[in-house]
């Protein structure tokens, strides 16, 4: 058998990167920096840590969004973050929260938006302010987010936190 050149290529640069995305899957940065993780395996791991947090195991869910999360993964972020922010049983911390929760705004995910909004309206792990609460859900409104477009008609119906 005689292996081609042009299909030669792609499987040097696949062992010589450590990449584990091969045939239509989009490689992203893994939290090391030194391999990337497959589109495939990041979902995944989001579904895992899912998992492992409806079934209150914390650690697990923490182990799997964190590296993903300090990779830049919007929905890692937002997640790990809402984690932060409602924890009864372990470590509750609305600045950790939100820190990663605003990291996942500014990428535009919707549901951060909203619940950032949120937090600025109750003054939870960021300064109460009935503008940057508006700002955000704005922002959300504009990604089509129905529960952020409703929530923003009612500052605007009673003129708190818009001009």
Request: include cysteine; charged fraction near 20%.
């Amino acid at each position: 058998m005689q292996i081609k050149r042009q299909n030669l290529i792609p499987l040097v640069l696949v062992s010589c990167l450590g990449i584990t995305a091969l045939a239509g899957a989009t490689p992203t940065m893994a939290a090391d920096g030194d391999s990337t993780k497959s589109t495939a395996a990041v979902k995944r791991d989001l579904k895992s840590a899912a998992t492992a947090y409806d079934e209150k195991d914390y650690a697990t869910a923490l182990m799997l969004w964190f590296p993903l999360a300090d990779a830049g993964n919007a929905d890692a972020q937002y997640r790990l973050g809402k984690m932060y922010l409602q924890q009864t049983e372990q470590r509750k911390d609305p600045a950790e929260a939100a820190s990663w929760i605003t990291k996942a705004a500014q990428q535009d995910h919707a549901e951060a938006q909203l619940l950032l909004s949120e937090m600025h309206q109750q003054g939870n792990g960021v300064e109460k302010s009935d503008p940057l609460a508006a700002s955000w859900l704005l922002k959300s409104s504009r990604l089509k987010n129905r529960t952020a477009q409703f929530r923003l008609a009612e500052l605007y119906y009673q003129g708190i936190g818009v001009q």
